[in-house]
C-alpha cells in the first residue's frame, strides 16, 4: 500500500517519525516537493487507515491512499484509472493534484477521466458527495491513482 502523506514544510522529519509510529512496518521516501511524502507499508488499506485514524498526529496533515504508481502521461493515469474504476459500485468524482508538471493539467484530467468512467462504465457523477473518489496525485514524472471510498482520505488539524 502506497500512501501520499501532506505536512508542514520544514515538518517532514516529524511527519516520518510519527507515520513509522503510527504504522510501525513503513518506509517513507521525500519527494522534489516540500511538504510531500511517499509511505510505502506492507498493511493493507484498511489496516494503514485505521491506525492512523486512531493516531494522536501533530505533522501529518493529509493521508491519500494510493493503489498504483504510473509514470505521469495521460495514456499511463487514463489506464490505470480505467482498470482501477471496475471497483467503483456508486456515484463518483476524479479529483487530480498537479505537482510539477507541465503537460498536465488538473481540471483536464478530472474532466476527461471523468468522461472515460463514465462512458465505460456508465456510473454516475457526484461532485459534492461522491461514494467513490478517483484521486489523481501527479508528482513531476510519476503520477499515483487510486480509487477511494468516502473516508479513505484521512485530513488531520495540525497544531503549530
Not at 76 to 85: F, G, K, R, S
Not at 149 to 159: D, M, P, Q, S, T
Amino acid at each position: 500500500m502506497i500512501l501520499l502523506v501532506t505536512c508542514p514544510q520544514g515538518r517532514e522529519g516529524d511527519a516520518i517519525l510519527e507515520l513509522e509510529w503510527a504504522l510501525e512496518k513503513v518506509k517513507v521516501h521525500g519527494t522534489d516537493w516540500r511538504g510531500v511524502l511517499l509511505a510505502e507499508t506492507p498493511l493493507s488499506k484498511e489496516e494503514a487507515l485505521q491506525r492512523l485514524k486512531g493516531f494522536e498526529t501533530q505533522a501529518v496533515q493529509r493521508v491519500v491512499p494510493l493503489d498504483v504508481i504510473v509514470r505521469a502521461s495521460f495514456d499511463e493515469i487514463a489506464n490505470a484509472v480505467l482498470e482501477l474504476a471496475e471497483k467503483i459500485k456508486g456515484s463518483f468524482a476524479v479529483r487530480a493534484k498537479v505537482r510539477g508538471n507541465k503537460k498536465l493539467s488538473q481540471r483536464e484530467l478530472e474532466v476527461k477521466l471523468g468522461s472515460l468512467i463514465v462512458e465505460r462504465y456508465n456510473l454516475p457523477v457526484n461532485l459534492s458527495d461522491p461514494d467513490y473518489t478517483v484521486v489523481v496525485e501527479v508528482l513531476g514524472k510519476k503520477a499515483g491513482v487510486g480509487v477511494l471510498r468516502r473516508g479513505e482520505i484521512l485530513k488531520f488539524e495540525v497544531k503549530d
